[in-house]
């Protein structure tokens, strides 16, 4: 079992509609949680970060947390093209942080 | 504000030889963190330097080290180039252990 699981995709959802990407993680003693948004050809971007159980927002994004299903999810509403990327789920162990293979989200114009 | 800055950003070396990236962390931030992405993949750790000492490594052989400076600088040289060590290598800064990374542009690696 991977340690971070993310669908590899592609999702693909029209302009103007939500993307629900999804990230599960094996060591249930895991704290931090972190999506990142990662262009072709470009470095990591953070996105957001959330520590405690339920939902935070930040603009168009969503990231919500179930600890005890060991689940992390990022709702982006309002969908652009420029949207368009690969979406890296990371959790931090001690100093480390172990990321995901990515979801690569499709925004059809 | 400068952000995190990677030098170089490409860089093609022959298998046997030896490369040093380097890496200006973010302002205010003195904590240094690097990462190998290969093509397709998740980011992986290599390790982390906090007070000019290795903190915490990944599993990477020993051909890759790294050193930090006092003005919290880093570089990650890695020896004995293999094929397999083509990738884009990240490096990430954060205030202590507790703030998210945030990375550089990376540095492009191609060994042929």
């Known amino acids: 079992q991977k340690e971070v699981e993310q669908n590899s995709g592609p999702l693909s959802v029209p302009e103007g509609a939500i993307a629900s990407l999804n990230c599960t993680y094996s060591d249930r003693g895991s704290q931090s949680f972190f999506w990142y948004r990662q262009y072709s050809g470009k470095s990591p971007e953070l996105i957001m970060f959330i520590y405690s159980n339920g939902d935070k927002e930040d603009g168009r994004f969503t990231a919500q947390l179930n600890k005890a299903s060991q689940y992390v999810s990022l709702l982006i509403r309002d969908s652009q093209p420029s949207d368009s990327a690969t979406y890296l789920c990371a959790v931090r162990q001690t100093y480390k942080y172990i990321f995901g293979t990515g979801t690569r989200l499709k925004v059809l114009a | 504000d400068a952000g995190v800055t990677q030098s170089p950003t490409h860089l093609i070396k022959t298998r046997g030889q030896q490369v040093t990236l380097r890496c200006s962390p973010k302002?205010?931030?003195?904590?240094v963190s690097w990462y190998q992405q290969a093509l397709g993949q998740g980011p992986q750790f290599i390790f982390q330097?906090?007070?000019?000492?290795?903190?915490q490594r990944g599993n990477f052989p020993d051909r890759f080290s790294g050193h930090q400076f006092p003005n919290y600088s880093s570089e990650l040289n890695v020896n004995a180039l293999l094929l397999g060590d083509s990738a884009l290598y990240l490096c990430?800064?954060?205030?202590?252990?507790?703030?998210?990374?945030?990375f550089g542009n990376g540095t492009r690696l191609t060994v042929t």
């Open positions: 990430a800064s954060s205030l202590g252990e507790n703030s998210p990374l945030h």
């Open positions: 330097y906090y007070e000019e000492e290795e903190r």
């Open positions: 302002s205010g931030h003195d904590t």
